[in-house]
């Protein structure tokens, strides 16, 4: 297949109007009967074909014996039965013109060399019917825009649907990931559990998301890949224009034997990785939680940051501090604010503190938001200032509010990047973050997490994204 063709045939497992589950089944420890209670579960509304040779109804739909008995075109076929039975399933799909195909079941090179011949059947096939297959040995993907769950996995938590799209080697991980952009709010466009990768490997998903007008960030959990080369190439490219964020598991010895055993993939020496990455300007991340949380800033934010130094105000000094040391340890630097900046803060506090930055407003800074905030307009006024990381830790009291009013208006004013930090328990996030995200303000609730997603941000913006000139942005549109 084509490049275009891929890409048209992938949007046929994302963009669906018609699915069929081949292998459904009225036993709910069955994944085909979990299949369609993931589709019904979370709303989609295209049409669906449940296909069993027996069955005649399952959960009020109508069940088709055999493919051929579905006079429609199905967009997306999901398969979930026995591995040894799935070459004879795709063919059924090749006559029935079916371009996008999920496998979800396992049983393939990840258990040696019987499995390796049955999936080079799959590719063989694929590949001769122009035929675009996610897995086999796969979770799925879901598109929330069309509340598409084409996945084993009904969904008991809501993700919001965002700008995100997410590229994972392995379910559970996929899972994880998805939890944590639940904790903290951000916004998933779609995801894919890629398995073994059987004819689409991460170039394709990239270049896909790439060209998909809902993706702003792609993010990526990789455990290995055999075309790396390719992957480079295409990452090379699409960096330049939407960030991607990878996490590499499988560094160790042990590690690298579990990924040849969970998706039959050569895991590779994790230097070698990193340097790809860097060259192609793929952001590495060490943790989970890291890329999830960096994906929610680098979609979030309005202004991007046009440099690397970073101002931080506060009424508790501990967080600043240790913002500052994970900052200023990624390459960014501390701003120094101006002699005109300084006289300005200091003419608004009613009696005089040290202004520094990071700047320790004390009380008066966590009582008076209208304080809190003329100081944040002070400060991104100041042109040796490029990013604002805001600290409030709030009472939770409605007698002290959240200055979030005042940040939207100087973010507004200035038209410069500000990440805040609202200490607080995820369980219990503070009512004004919202209203911060929809004014472009990524929110995180710890310094920690705050201050790797804003380097990661500025380091984007500043060392990978080139520079484009007005006039090239005019002549683009």
């Given amino acids: 297949m084509r490049g275009e063709e891929k890409t048209k045939n992938l949007d046929k497992i994302f963009n669906p109007k018609s699915v069929a589950i081949i292998g459904v089944s009225n036993d709910p420890r069955k994944l085909g009967y979990q299949c369609l209670k993931a589709l019904l579960m979370d709303g989609y509304q295209g049409k669906i074909y449940p296909v069993h040779p027996q069955l005649k109804e399952l959960m009020g739909i109508k069940v088709y014996n055999s493919l051929d008995e579905i006079d429609d075109h199905i967009d997306l076929a999901i398969i979930a039965i026995s591995a040894p039975k799935v070459p004879d399933v795709l063919k059924e799909c090749a006559k029935k013109n079916i371009k996008g195909v999920i496998i979800i079941s396992s049983g393939f090179k990840e258990l040696g060399k019987q499995g390796e011949i049955l999936e080079e059947q799959l590719k063989k096939i694929a590949e001769e019917h122009s035929i675009c297959i996610v897995g086999p040995n796969c979770l799925g993907a879901t598109n929330t825009k069309i509340n598409l769950n084409a996945t084993f996995f009904p969904s008991f938590v809501k993700v919001k649907s965002g700008s995100v799209s997410l590229i994972s080697q392995s379910g559970g991980i996929t899972g994880n990931l998805l939890y944590h952009a639940v904790d903290i709010g951000t916004g ?19 270049e896909y998301f790439y060209r998909d007008p809902e993706t702003k960030v792609i993010g990526i959990f990789l455990e290995g890949t055999e075309d790396a080369r390719r992957m480079y190439e295409v990452a090379k490219q699409v960096t330049k224009m939407k960030p991607i964020l990878v996490y590499k598991a499988g560094k160790t010895k042990t590690g690298r034997k579990g990924v040849k055993s969970h998706t039959g993939s050569l895991a590779g020496r994790s230097e070698l990785y990193s340097a790809v990455f860097r060259q192609a300007g793929i952001i590495e991340v060490q943790s989970i939680k890291e890329l999830v949380e960096a994906a929610k800033a680098l979609s979030v934010v309005k202004y991007p940051p046009k440099g690397n130094r970073v101002a931080i105000i506060t009424h508790t000094a501990g967080p600043s501090i240790v913002a500052t040391d994970i900052l200023e340890a990624r390459g960014c630097k501390l701003a120094e604010l101006s002699k005109e900046t300084i006289k300005n803060i200091q003419g608004l506090l009613p ?107 500025i380091y984007y913006y500043t060392k990978i994204k080139p520079k484009i000139l007005d006039s090239d942005i005019l002549n683009s549109e």
């Fill in 188 to 206: 998933i466009a779609k995801f894919v559990s890629v398995g073994n990768r059987c004819n689409l490997d991460f170039a394709d998903y990239i």
């Fill in 351 to 457: 009696f005089s503190i040290p202004i520094t930055n990071p700047l320790d407003m004390l009380g008066f800074g966590y009582a008076i938001p209208e304080l809190y905030g003329e100081t944040v307009k002070r400060i991104l006024a100041d042109n040796n200032v490029d990013f604002l990381l805001a600290i409030y830790s709030p009472s939770f009291q409605s007698e002290i509010r959240v200055p979030a009013k005042e940040l939207i208006e100087a973010v507004e004013e200035y038209r410069k990047p500000v990440v805040a930090v609202l200490n607080a328990p995820i369980s219990k996030k503070p009512k004004e973050a919202e209203n911060l995200e929809k004014a472009g303000i990524p929110v995180f609730f710890d310094p920690e997490s705050g201050a790797k997603a804003s380097a990661i941000l």
